[in-house]
């Protein structure tokens, strides 16, 4: 009986390492889109979840700091099969990723093509992918005026003071002021999301969660450990970051660009390559990790990224059904959701714009880009592409 029991656990496993697996080779163009694609296998195609759970499930990870389709993933992993379910689901879906991007930041140590005229036109990539970001959000997290004050404000402190801390003080006042602005914003959603994880295993990862998130900036500053300073600034920017991975990358340039970790090219490279592999855009710590501290520095940095993801989805999960029912919390929480289109679009300024168009040229391929994206709706990876190619041509006339 027991041996049956294993072999049912290992074969559950397997199934969900294929079908995650099969999700990050093909689940292409952000978050949002991975959630499509969720729905659709885990959901529609394979029953492992219903809608009414799936919904709950992704009305967590859009609550929780850290990226969105990830956390869900990791979810379903562990209501199908446990912590270790999660384990793998997270694996199967983050791995391909990893890997692409790995090896192209050891390329760009190897080749020395840092000044090369294709990963300038992967640079100027990244201006209409977040310029698309940052529209769509405008959209959702700001549609009324108070909300678009936050996010003015949010845009103004971190233009003008760029430092880690201001973040995290513009969303902490933002959630504050989120919650006396929006006094009359009520929850009457009754639903319960079903999961097998006990109470006792959340309180522990939530723990674990807060005592890194303290002793690590401590342990970094009292030791000459470059590892340790690593994986607590990525640790910090998988803690913090609310609203998927275009966010992170405001987090992680003021971490690592101004203290010469890594330089601007370089950096805005490698986020310009990561919207061309499938899977989350979290996987950029990878890259980052590599280019600054070789495949270990990778390695390092993914897991530490990633980690505050699994121990907030893990600790959250059974107390979600009561928590996302108090309205304190959601005025918070649209608070929050406007600060961050408001670091998003300092982001886009530096170093995203000042650090890419140069020349009229290169803003004729930005407007190329931009319309090819959101006007008619090319796939990301023949934006980079296309801006590769563009980068290249321009450099040798």
């Known amino acids: 009986m027991n041996s049956n029991h294993k072999n049912n656990k290992l074969s559950l496993l397997l199934e969900i390492l294929i079908v995650s697996t099969k999700l990050g080779l093909t689940s292409f163009g952000g978050p949002i889109a991975h959630l499509g694609y969720f729905r659709a296998e885990y959901v529609k195609r394979k029953k492992w979840i219903d809608d009414q759970n799936y919904a709950d499930l992704v009305a967590l990870s859009q609550f929780l700091p850290g990226p969105a389709s990830s956390q869900v993933g990791i979810g379903i992993g562990v209501i199908r099969a446990g912590v270790l379910g999660g384990i793998v689901s997270f694996i199967g879906f983050t791995l391909p990723s990893v890997i692409v991007l790995v090896l192209f930041a050891l390329l760009l140590q190897d080749l020395d093509i840092k000044n090369s005229g294709w990963i300038h036109g992967l640079k100027l990539v990244a201006v209409p992918i977040v310029a698309q970001a940052i529209l769509g959000m405008v959209k959702n997290l700001t549609p009324d005026l108070k909300r678009k004050a936050l996010a003015l404000f949010a845009m103004i402190a971190t233009l003008i003071w760029q430092t880690t801390f ?38 522990i990862c939530l723990a674990i969660f807060f005592i890194l998130l303290v002793l690590l ?5 009292f030791t000459a450990s470059k590892w340790i300073s690593i994986f607590d600034s990525f640790y910090r920017a998988g803690s913090m970051v609310f609203g998927g991975g275009h966010v992170v990358l405001p987090l992680l340039e003021r971490e690592f660009v101004p203290t010469g970790w890594i330089n601007k090219e370089t950096f805005l490279a490698g986020y310009g390559v990561t919207q061309a592999v499938p899977g989350p855009l979290f996987t950029f710590a990878s890259y980052l990790g590599t280019a600054m501290l070789g495949w270990r520095g990778g390695l390092i940095a993914t897991i530490a990224i990633f980690l505050p993801a699994f121990l907030l989805i893990i600790g959250t999960l059974p107390f979600w059904s009561s928590m996302r029912r108090s309205s304190k919390l959601r005025r918070a929480l649209l608070g929050v959701n406007a600060a961050v289109v408001g670091i998003l679009i300092s982001a886009f300024f530096n170093p995203i714009w000042i650090s890419s168009v140069f020349s009229i040229a290169d803003f004729l391929i930005v407007a190329m880009l931009f319309s090819m994206l959101v006007i008619m709706k090319l796939p990301p990876w023949v934006i980079v592409l296309v801006g590769a190619i563009s980068g290249e041509i321009i450099s040798r006339i």
């Not at 201001?166 to 639903?191: H, M, P, R, W």
């Not at 319960?192 to 994880?197: C, G, Q, Y």
């Not at 900036?217 to 500053?221: A, F, M, T």
């Open 166 to 203: 201001t973040q995290i003080a513009v969303i902490s006042i933002s959630s504050i002021c989120g919650f006396f602005l929006y006094q009359d914003n009520e929850n009457s959603d009754k639903t319960t999301l079903v999961t097998n994880i006990s109470k006792k295993v959340s309180i």
């Open 217 to 221: 900036p401590l342990i970094s500053s």
